[in-house]
């Protein structure tokens, strides 16, 4: 059985996310504070957004070094 190709290419770049999130996500939190987003929503929104994100943010970084 064939993995999809969308869960090889996460998992190709997951050693990216592991050194990426920790400068994704507190860049992520003070943007939304700055942003004043706090009071219209609830937590559930910022962490799938700010997951995402760090997900964006890897596989770039992977894609980058991949491509030397």
């Not at 064939?2 to 050693?15: R, W």
């Not at 003070?30 to 799938?48: A, C, E, N, R, Y």
Request: aromatic share 14%; charged share 5%.
């Amino acid at each position: 059985m064939k993995a999809p190709d969308i869960l090889v290419i996460l998992g190709n770049s997951s050693h990216s996310l592991y050194l990426v999130h920790p400068f994704v996500l507190p860049a992520f939190g003070k943007i939304w504070l700055m942003l004043h987003f706090p009071q219209q929503m609830g937590p559930v929104i910022p962490f799938l957004l700010a997951f995402a994100c760090s997900i964006c943010a890897s596989h770039a970084v992977y894609s980058c070094w991949k491509s030397r």
